[in-house]
């Protein structure tokens, strides 16, 4: 009976570990670092302006969709979000299935123009959302994102990212530390190999 070749053998279970260790990163369920929200509301088809002053829906995209609220005058956390929604998407590769929103609760100053400005300063495939405030409202209402504007014309503003999944249910919300904590980053390749 012919001996077993060592150095074979070897080659075998080292090639069998690397596919294990392979499928475990692949296939094993990852643990998502924002916030659930546990009824997954789906969200209304409000029809708002792109920047290019198209009528849009935020359900006109596939895949996922990163959803926030925010204004172009903002001084401080809108800008700061932008960066690290930009960071995030570019990180990511800038993935085909994924699409990032800045709908604005400034109508009356972020017109499309000023709009398509500001956004494409961080990333020409981000899409920025206006028009009537009413349906603005309605929007923010469905994504529980309230605002209101001040005497000195400061929108204030809730300032989360929502994650939203193929069928537009709101799954996820990341708030400002967390996204300063870059815990999008970590997630979002996982959110586009589909683990919602």
């Known amino acids: 009976m012919k001996k077993a070749n060592p150095t074979l053998i070897t080659l075998i279970l080292g090639i069998l570990v690397l596919l294990g260790i392979w499928a475990y990163r692949e296939f094993a369920p990852v643990q998502l670092q924002g916030t659930p929200v546990q009824a997954m509301p789906v969200i209304p088809e409000i029809e708002l302006t792109d920047t290019n002053g198209q009528p849009r829906k935020i359900q006109d995209s596939e895949g996922i969709k990163l959803v926030f609220f925010g204004f172009t005058r903002c001084p401080d956390v809108c800008p700061a979000t932008m960066s690290i929604l930009k960071r995030a998407y570019e990180g990511a590769g800038k993935p085909q299935n994924v699409k990032v929103f800045?709908?604005?609760?400034?109508?009356?100053?972020?017109?499309?123009?000023?709009?398509?400005?500001?956004?494409?300063?961080?990333?020409?495939?981000?899409?920025?959302?206006?028009?009537?405030?009413?349906?603005?409202?309605?929007?923010?209402?469905?994504?529980?994102?309230?605002?209101?504007?001040?005497?000195?014309?400061i929108v204030t503003h809730t300032d989360t990212v929502a994650v939203l999944d193929e069928q537009n249910r709101m799954r996820l919300?990341?708030?400002?530390?967390?996204?300063?904590?870059?815990?999008?980053?970590?997630?979002?390749?996982?959110?586009v190999r589909g683990s919602l």
């Open 102 to 153: 800045l709908v604005s609760v400034d109508p009356d100053t972020d017109t499309p123009e000023v709009l398509k400005a500001y956004v494409d300063k961080f990333q020409s495939d981000f899409v920025g959302l206006t028009g009537d405030a009413d349906n603005i409202a309605k929007l923010a209402n469905a994504f529980y994102v309230g605002f209101n504007e001040n005497p000195d014309g």
């Open 173 to 191: 919300i990341y708030n400002q530390e967390k996204l300063g904590k870059g815990l999008l980053d970590q997630d979002l390749p996982a959110l």
